[in-house]
């Protein structure tokens, strides 16, 4: 086995174990992964022309790698699949998806439904550039199904766009630059073109189909076209065009001469195994990224299961003991248990006896307290006081304003976080509900979650923080 490269290693942050397999023009390759290092690689002879021999091939792809995991990584490209980009102008999330949703509906090959992911690309002139991707519905559920079957824990079902897509934030681009990326997988070319931080914001797919044309001189062309529709759009430039080439079907000298633009090699020659180790370690949270939401959670679900039983049996086998026990203790020391049955039962008769005296006199003492004395309690100090040990660690809080009214206690919250807006909504909504439990039972306007999602609806993809503005009274 291959240790990976320890500038590589660097980047990933916990150890995986996947085997990691790619389908593409009937040519399935599989390469299994133990705990980040490269194992075994494997190559099924022959082309799989349909899904139907795809748990067979599966199962020879675990055997010749000697995979010994259950997590499965799978880059897949079909004639079937369709790629779009739709132009549109900025709008909120909730007119953005049914909108999208309607140009599947246009753009699908083929009858039946239709899975789709989206990404949003370059942002320029008030126009978006979404990306999209169009998979059968069909083509996900056999493959899902297939490895259910096989014990497989399906983590990425990419399409291969997605390895060079991935490959622009490794190019060392200066700040205002762009990078265009040329690569050549499976007989497919991806042109990638990507901002100074390393996002892509357009993608292209040829096919080296037309005969008449030289390959050299479309990609050429098609290269040309993309500089120049980047730099008409945005501010960047695009000082040199980084060619990988995979299969050798064309070279830099057959592309350069149809460029202004200097094409420079890649920074490493990869090979089939370099490409099936980057599927593996793509995050599982990737946009195209087809893998059902209930096949990404079955794996946590069923840990939570057996840790749940394990609780459970444990907890029985406890109380079993416990009782035995008991009951041999009172067995015993039945006599002395009874003696002592009886003088807490008249303890316990004083004790009434004596609350009941009290509760009297502290009755009489807040009479007293209230005729002579009429102040209200104060509040403030308290609740900041708790309100500073319940304040997630994610969250600035820049204001906290709290006062009374006849009404009763206004609250007003003003803070900032810095994580995306998933994590960011999630995170101030357990604020909330820590806020709305004892001791102070605060009752929160929803309007702060409108507010995220507008911020995110409009936002250029250039801000660094969501702000929330969180308001209720107090019970």
Not at 164 to 191: A, H, R
Not at 245 to 269: M, R, S, Y
Not at 333 to 362: C, G, N, Y
Request: hydrophobic residues 40%; charged residues 20%.
């Amino acid at each position: 086995m291959l240790e990976i490269q320890p500038n590589l290693q660097k980047t990933l942050k916990k150890k995986q174990t996947i085997l990691s397999v790619s389908l593409s023009n009937g040519r399935l390759k599989a390469l299994s992964i133990v705990k980040n290092t490269i194992g075994q690689g494997w190559e099924r002879p022959g082309r799989l022309m349909s899904l139907d021999t795809l748990h067979e091939a599966l199962e020879e792809a675990i055997h010749h790698t000697h995979f010994p995991g259950t997590h499965l990584a799978m880059l897949v490209d079909h004639p079937r699949f369709a790629t779009r980009t739709v132009q549109t102008p900025p709008m909120l999330l909730t007119d953005l998806l049914p909108f999208l949703e309607r140009k599947v509906q246009q753009e699908k090959p083929w009858e039946g439904p239709a899975a789709w992911r989206y990404r949003i690309g370059l942002e320029a002139r008030g126009k978006l550039h979404i990306h999209l991707d169009i998979w059968p519905q069909d083509y996900i559920d056999r493959i899902v199904h297939i490895c259910q079957a096989l014990g497989l824990s399906l983590r990425q079902l990419a399409p291969l766009s997605a390895l060079s897509e991935s490959q622009v934030n490794t190019l060392p681009v200066e700040p205002g630059e762009g990078s265009i990326l040329i690569t050549m997988l499976e007989g497919k070319i991806f042109i990638v073109a990507g901002k100074d931080d390393g996002t892509p914001i357009w993608t292209r797919h040829l096919f080296p189909a037309q005969g008449w044309v030289p390959l050299g001189e479309r990609i050429g062309t098609e290269v040309n076209r993309t500089i120049m529709f980047i730099t008409q759009q945005t501010n960047l430039k695009i000082p040199r065009i980084w060619f990988c080439d995979d299969e050798e079907q064309v070279t830099a000298g057959e592309i350069q001469p149809h460029v202004n633009t200097p094409l420079v090699p890649f920074p490493i020659k990869p090979d089939w195994n370099y490409w099936l180790w980057v599927g593996a370690m793509l995050p599982v949270n990737l946009p195209s990224n087809f893998t059902p939401t209930q096949v990404l959670r079955a794996p946590l679900r069923n840990t939570l299961t057996r840790i749940l039983v394990a609780m459970l049996t444990a907890f029985i086998l406890f109380g079993v003991g416990i009782t035995s026990a008991i009951e041999g203790y009172l067995a015993r020391h039945r006599t002395a248990i009874q003696t002592m049955t009886e003088q807490v039962t008249a303890l316990q008769q004083d004790q009434a006896q004596w609350e009941s005296r009290l509760m009297s006199l502290d009755r009489k003492r807040q009479w007293t307290q209230s005729v002579s004395q009429t102040t209200t309690p104060e509040l403030e100090g308290p609740f900041l006081s708790y309100l500073g040990s319940i304040i997630p660690t994610q969250v600035i809080l820049h204001k906290a304003l709290i006062e009374r009214t006849q009404d009763g206690w206004n609250l007003e919250l003003d803070g900032t976080t810095d994580t995306h807006l998933a994590a960011t909504l999630l995170v101030v909504d357990q604020f909330v509900q820590q806020l709305s439990d004892e001791p102070y039972h605060v009752t929160l306007y929803e309007e702060w979650r409108d507010q995220l999602l507008a911020q995110t609806a409009t936002s250029t993809g250039e801000r660094s923080f969501y702000r929330f503005t969180l308001k209720g009274t107090l019970s």
